[in-house]
C-alpha cells in the first residue's frame, strides 16, 4: 500500500476525549484509522514502588487514586489481599458495609463513564444529569469517611468506623430561600442509612431519565451500534475482564462465579451483552446501575436489623479505641506499635482479585515478613482493554476512536499506575 | 484444588508445584513455551486467559532497614536508607517472572513462576496469550527483563529516554535524575536529584513468636 495518502495525527495527551492524560498516534488515511500507536505512562506514579516502601496501612490511600473514580473498589481488593494474608476474620458488618459501599462505587463510577462517554459523543446534557445523582453519592463517601473522593474507609479487618447516626445539612444562607433549604435537607434528617435508602428508591426512575435520553436516540444508536466490536473468543485472548468480556456474551463476573465478601448473600442479576459493541456494553452498565441499586437495598435492610462490630477483634491489626487506651496500658502498646512500626505479614504470597466497575482488579503482594510489601503488583483492569485498542479501532473513522476508548471506560490512573 | 494438582502432577513432571492461597507452579525457562501450551490447550486446565504477569525482584529479601536482633547489644539503631543486612534469605534466582492464569471454562487459577538465569531472557507469551503482549513490555521497562520474540519491545511506562530498570530494588525510590524547565536555556534539563531518600518507617522483620511458621496455607 503506498503511503503517500497517509498521514498521521497526534491525540492527546492533553485532549478532553482521551479521558486523562492519554497519547494516541494516529495513522490515517483520509478519515479511516489504519493504524494507533498509544503512549501510556504520562501519569506513572511508580504507585507499586512506593507502596514497597511503606507500612501496609498507608498504602490504602494510594489505592484509591488508582482508578480515581472507583476509589473503594481498589481498597477492597488491597485490603482483602492483607486480610488472607493474616487470615483474618471479618465481621460480617463490615462485609455488608463494604459491599453497600462498592455498589454505590460501582453506580459512581458508571455515572461519570455515563456522563463522559455522552459527552464525548456530543451528548451534553446527560453529564449534567448523571452529575446530580454523583453530588448525593459523594455525600454518602463523606458522611462516612470525611473524604469525597479519596476516602480510606476499607482497612484490614472491616471498616474504619460504623455508619454514622445523622448527615451534615445544608446552613442557612443568603444564596438559598428557606424553601430551597428545607427540600435540600429534607433526606438528610435522618442517619447515613436513610439518606442512601432515600437514594434508592428515586434513582430507578433517574435510570429512566437517561434512558429516555440516549437508549432509543437515533443519533446516539448510529454512534455506537456496531462500533468496536470484538467477539468472545478474541476477548478472552486479549484479557478481557469486566464490560468488556460480558458484552460479547460470556458469562463472567467475579461477584457470581468466585463470590467474595458478602456477594453470595445477595440477590441481583449480571447484564450480558450480545454483539460486543459499544451499545450493548452502555446498555450493560445502564442495567448494572439498576442492579446495584438492588444490591444497596438489601444491604440497607439488613445492615438495619443487625447492629455488631465493623472491625475485627485483632489487636495487632486494629487499632485499639481511644477510650480503651486511656486505662489499658496494652492498649497503648499496640496503638503505639501500630501507628509506629504498622501490622506485619508473615511470609508468603498472595492474589485477590475484586469485580472492579472496569474489570478484574487485583492485587499481588509477596512478602517477606516485614511490616512493608515486599513486592506488590496492581492489575489494573483498563490495561488489557486499553492494550487492544489498535485491533478494536483498526478500519473505524476518526470520531469512533473517541466511542471506543470512552465505552472501554479506562482510566490512566489505574492503567499507568 | 487437589484435582489440578494431581493434573498438573501428571502432565507436567518436571515443574515443582507450591500450595498456598492459590496453586502455583515454578518451572524452567526452556520448558515455558510447552508448558504454557499445554495449559492453554488441554482440557484440564483450558487456561484461556492470561491475567497478569510481573516480575518480583528478590535482590533484598528478607533484609530489614533496622536490626532488632542485635539491639540489646548496640542499643536501638536509628533507621537507614539503605538496607543494612549483607544477605538476603531468598535462594532462588534474583529475577523471577509470575503469571497470573485464569480458565473460564474450569473457573480455576493458577500461578506460573518462571524462574530466570543471568542472562534475563524468556520467550515471550504472545503467540499462545496475546494479552501479555504490554505485560511483557512493562517487564522490560521496570525491571529490564528481555522477552525472545517479542513483536515489539519498547518501554511503555517511562518517560522518553529514559534510563534504568526503575522497579529494581537497586534503583533508589527517588531516582537518580530530575527535570525542570530552564528558563535561561529556554528547555526542559535533567539534573542530579536534589532531594535524598527518606526513610519514614523502617522496614522491619520480627520473628516473633506470632510469625514463626505462620506460613499460610489455604
Known sequence: MSHDSHYTINFGPQHPAAHGVLRLILEMKGETVIDIVPHIGLLHRATEKLAESKPYIQSIGYMDRLCYVSMMCNEHAYVMAIEKMLGLEVPIRAEYIRVMFSEITRILNHLIWLAAHGLDLGAMSIFLYCFREREDLLDMYEAVSGARMHATYFRPGGVKQDLPLSMPQYKKSSWKTDAQLAKLNAARSGSLLDFIEDFTTRFPSCVDQYETLLTDNRVWKQRTVGIGVIDADRAKALGFTGHMLRSTGVAWDLRKVQPYSVYDQLDFDVPLGKNGDCYDRYLQRIHEMRQSNRIIQQCISWLRENPGPVLADDVKVVPPTRVDMKDDMEALIHHFKLYSEGLILPKGEVYSSVEHPKGEFGIYMVSDGANKPYRMKVRAAGWPHLSAIKELCQGHMLADVVTILSSMDIVLGEIDR | ?218
Not at chain 2, 474450569?106 to 504490554?134: A, T
Not at chain 2, 529516554?161 to 537497586?170: L, N, S
Open chain 2, 1 to 218: 484444588m487437589d484435582a489440578l494438582k494431581l493434573c498438573l502432577q501428571q502432565h507436567c513432571p518436571t515443574c515443582q508445584i507450591e500450595e498456598g492461597e492459590q496453586l502455583s507452579i515454578i518451572i524452567r525457562k526452556e520448558d515455558v513455551l510447552s508448558i504454557a501450551d499445554l495449559l492453554k490447550t488441554h482440557h484440564d486446565f483450558k487456561m484461556d486467559m492470561l491475567l497478569d504477569l510481573c516480575v518480583v525482584d528478590y535482590l533484598h529479601y528478607g533484609l530489614s532497614e533496622w536490626d532488632i536482633q542485635n539491639a540489646t547489644e548496640h542499643g536501638y539503631g536509628r533507621a537507614q536508607a539503605e538496607p543494612m543486612g549483607s544477605s538476603s534469605t531468598w535462594n532462588g534466582p534474583r529475577f523471577v517472572v509470575v503469571c497470573h492464569l485464569l480458565s473460564l471454562v474450569n473457573k480455576i487459577r493458577l500461578r506460573l513462576k518462571v524462574y530466570l538465569d543471568d542472562s534475563l531472557v524468556m520467550p515471550s507469551l504472545v503467540n499462545i496469550w496475546p494479552s501479555s503482549n504490554w505485560y511483557e513490555r512493562e517487564a522490560y521497562d521496570l525491571f529490564g527483563i528481555r522477552f525472545e520474540n517479542h513483536p515489539d519491545l519498547r518501554r511503555i511506562l517511562t518517560d522518553y529516554g529514559f534510563i534504568g530498570f526503575p522497579f529494581r530494588k537497586d534503583f533508589p525510590l527517588v531516582g537518580h535524575v530530575e527535570m525542570r524547565y530552564d528558563g535561561l536555556s529556554e528547555k526542559c534539563i535533567y539534573e542530579p536529584v536534589s532531594i535524598e531518600n527518606r526513610v519514614g518507617v523502617p522496614k522491619v522483620i520480627r520473628e516473633d513468636h506470632r510469625y514463626i511458621n505462620t506460613e499460610i496455607e489455604s
